[in-house]
């Protein structure tokens, strides 16, 4: 149980356009980490990312269509009830949301945007966003980078920062809110080509903030300094995810930094693997790869000390114990969820 002998649980996105239920509900086992399904809600298309308020009262979707819009959840106990019409985010294919200073922020991979969509008091969606952001630049990959594509938004650890994540110009964006308007302050490029997807803060330590990117299009992952204090990503390494050349198709998806900093995981679709990272200083050290428990790992997140996988083309969401020395995952279980993309949580 949660606190208060709440029941914790877990949201869980999937493409609909692939045969996915939606949005779904699960309790989740407070010793083994295991997913229960509770109920799903239909009529969004393709809501292929979630995030939770601070409070867990309100559930936030992508909704990544040509159109694409955003659409808010009122979650009432174990069940999810729409809280008004989505909302348009004048750009298209929008794969990620996060949250900032009264606003829903999506990341628009296909016309290479950010969108900030304003709050109501009570959590709701404004009409209709306040600004969008239009990314531009290209990149060496002939298909896959002819134009902008955002793939990532979220703020910094402090919340004065919005840093986006663009996989068509390997580069990654500062951004601050003015007035409900995202605006450039710096661009931070990447080696051309890399095509980074998403990026993941670490603690604060004795050494300051590392930040680490994952790149889709060649398989590694680059760390950075980051300074809070100036909004800056300073690239310092890039170390390959897998422990040699791919056999076929290898396309990095999810990252997530251990809550101690200790570790770092990424899954690889094509692979289908887990690499785990030792952190060392502005090092990251391959301790291993793992099977991810199905076929396409989209997205990773941890939670109460296990490792969850959404498996797309499987069509489940595996977890897995974390071992607490070499920081390898262990797979306990999974539950069926077709097309599955995203789960987030509500600790």
């Not at 692979?271 to 785990?276: N, Q």
Request: with cysteine; charged share 20%.
């Amino acid at each position: 149980m949660a606190d208060g002998g709440r029941r914790r649980k877990a949201f869980i996105g999937s493409f609909t356009a692939a045969g996915g239920p939606g949005l779904l509900t699960a309790a989740v086992h407070p010793h083994t980490g295991a997913l229960t399904l509770l109920g799903r809600v239909q009529g969004l298309a393709d809501p292929s990312y979630l995030v939770l308020s601070p409070d867990g009262d309100m559930l936030y979707a992508v909704s990544e269509t040509a159109d694409g819009a955003v659409a808010a959840y009122h979650v009432r106990g174990d069940k999810l009830e729409p809280a008004g019409a989505p909302v348009p985010v004048d750009g298209s294919g929008p794969t990620h949301l996060s949250l900032h200073a009264g606003h829903v922020l999506t990341a628009n991979y296909g016309s290479g945007s950010v969108t900030a969509v304003p709050l109501s008091v009570d959590g709701t969606l404004e009409a209709a966003p306040s600004g969008v952001l239009q990314h531009s630049g290209a990149g060496p990959h002939e298909r896959r980078q002819r134009g902008p594509h955002a793939h990532q938004v979220q703020p910094d650890p402090n919340g004065r920062w919005i840093v986006s994540v663009d996989l068509g110009t390997d580069s990654v964006r500062v951004c601050e809110l003015e007035d409900g308007e995202p605006v450039l302050r710096r661009e931070i490029a990447l080696r051309p080509g890399s095509g980074p997807r998403h990026l993941a803060f670490g603690p604060e330590g004795p050494d300051g903030t590392y930040a680490y990117v994952v790149n889709e299009l060649t398989p590694t992952v680059t760390v950075c300094r980051w300074d809070p204090a100036t909004g800056t990503l300073k690239p310092l390494t890039e170390t390959p995810i897998l422990p040699g050349a791919p056999a076929g198709d290898a396309y990095p998806s999810g990252i997530v930094v251990s809550p101690d900093g200790r570790f770092v995981w990424i899954a690889t679709r094509g692979e289908d693997v887990l690499s785990t990272f030792a952190v060392e200083g502005d090092q990251l050290r391959l301790v291993g790869t793992v099977p991810c428990g199905g076929h396409w790992p989209r997205a990773l997140a941890e939670s109460g000390g296990f490792l969850y996988v959404a498996n797309e083309r499987s069509g489940d969401v595996a977890w897995f114990a974390i071992d607490p020395t070499t920081g390898l995952p262990r797979y306990e279980g999974s539950v069926a969820v077709p097309a599955a993309s995203c789960i987030v949580f509500d600790d």
